[in-house]
């Protein structure tokens, strides 16, 4: 029998290590965004990605290993759907930060959509609101903290036994709240007890791919919408709350809504793999 070609052996080789490496095959994964996977790895020095173990609308959630034994979250976005689309128009008209992004497929406007979430968590983690912490982003991948223990992710608000759902919870979301708006001067705008995790009685901000600047004009509709989010879910579990009205005044009592600051970052430019920097490949 023929010795294969060294060549064929090499990528042999190569395919079974990839295949060691990312074992699930699902309808998120399409060629483009495998390929992708296999970029992300190769940058972070995975060992393996798991089954997804969170699905919504946009994306789905891997925990990842590294050879070190680290957990990373990659969120996943989906390209072949039109929801994505719909939000972003949504979402970013009127944020000063992506007035200049130019997008024009659907997986181009996927693309900046992780970018946005990507600087959404930046901005927030920096400004000490308790999120999972960003590493990178390549085209429709999004690399985070993994909020959890051995590849199995802590509880979502909504999950919490009654007898761990208490005013000093309730508390901490409202301090992860004005933290975003005041330090981040952002605004979650779908906030709720399905995007938040709780870990060791601390609350973390996940899902903020739609979070706006506090100077949109949407804003403070949305801030108010978060806040009786949480408001109901813990008066349904007998936790007395502050009323929404009140907070929001003294939350934005001394807060300019109308001084953008900050610089402008519009995504418009093509990530690159051989880039080096910390924020993509």
Same mark, same amino acid.
């Given at each position: 029998m023929p010795k294969k070609p060294l060549d064929f052996k090499k990528k042999e080789e190569k395919r079974r290590k990839d295949d060691d490496l990312f074992k699930v095959v699902d309808s998120a994964i399409d060629t483009a965004t495998y390929n992708s996977l296999m970029?992300?790895?190769?940058?972070?020095?995975?060992?393996?990605?798991?089954?997804?173990?969170?699905?919504?609308?946009?994306?789905?959630?891997?925990?990842?290993?590294?050879?070190?034994?680290?957990?990373?979250a990659l969120k996943v976005f989906y390209v072949s759907t039109a929801q994505s689309k719909k939000a972003l128009i949504k979402y970013t008209k009127g944020d000063y930060r992506f007035e200049?992004?130019?997008?024009?497929?659907?997986?181009?406007?996927?693309?900046?959509?992780?970018?946005?979430?990507?600087r959404n968590l930046r901005d927030m983690f920096d400004a000490g609101v308790r999120v999972p912490e960003p590493y990178i982003f390549f085209?429709?991948?999004?690399?985070?903290d993994f909020i959890g223990e051995n590849g199995v992710r802590a509880p979502l608000l909504k999950e919490l036994p009654d007898d761990e759902i208490n005013e000093d919870v309730y508390m901490d979301i409202l301090e992860q709240?004005?933290?975003?708006v005041k330090k981040a001067r952002l605004v979650h705008g779908d906030l709720s007890e399905y995007n938040i995790l709780v870990k060791d009685k601390k609350s973390?901000?996940? *899902? $903020?791919?739609?979070?706006?600047?506090?100077?949109? @004009? =949407?804003?403070? /509709?949305?801030?108010?919408? *978060? $806040?009786?989010?949480?408001?109901?879910?813990?008066? @349904? =579990?007998?936790? /007395?709350?502050?009323?929404? *009205?009140?907070?929001?005044?003294?939350?934005?009592?001394d807060l300019d809504v109308h001084n953008c600051g900050g610089s402008e970052d519009t995504g418009s430019k093509q990530d690159n793999p051989e880039t080096g920097r910390d924020d993509q490949l």
């Open positions: 970029l992300v790895s190769k940058k972070l020095n995975l060992e393996e990605i798991f089954g997804s173990i969170s699905s919504g609308k946009e994306a789905k959630i891997y925990p990842a290993k590294d050879f070190k034994g680290k957990f990373y200049g992004a130019k997008v024009g497929s659907t997986r181009s406007l996927v693309e900046l959509w992780t970018k946005k979430e990507f085209r429709n991948i999004l690399v985070m709240i004005t933290k975003m973390y901000i996940i *899902d $903020v791919s739609q979070a706006l600047p506090i100077e949109h @004009d =949407k804003s403070l /509709e949305l801030l108010k919408n *978060d $806040v009786e989010n949480i408001n109901r879910f813990f008066t @349904d =579990k007998g936790i /007395e709350v502050q009323g929404t *009205d009140s907070f929001l005044s003294n939350l934005l009592g």
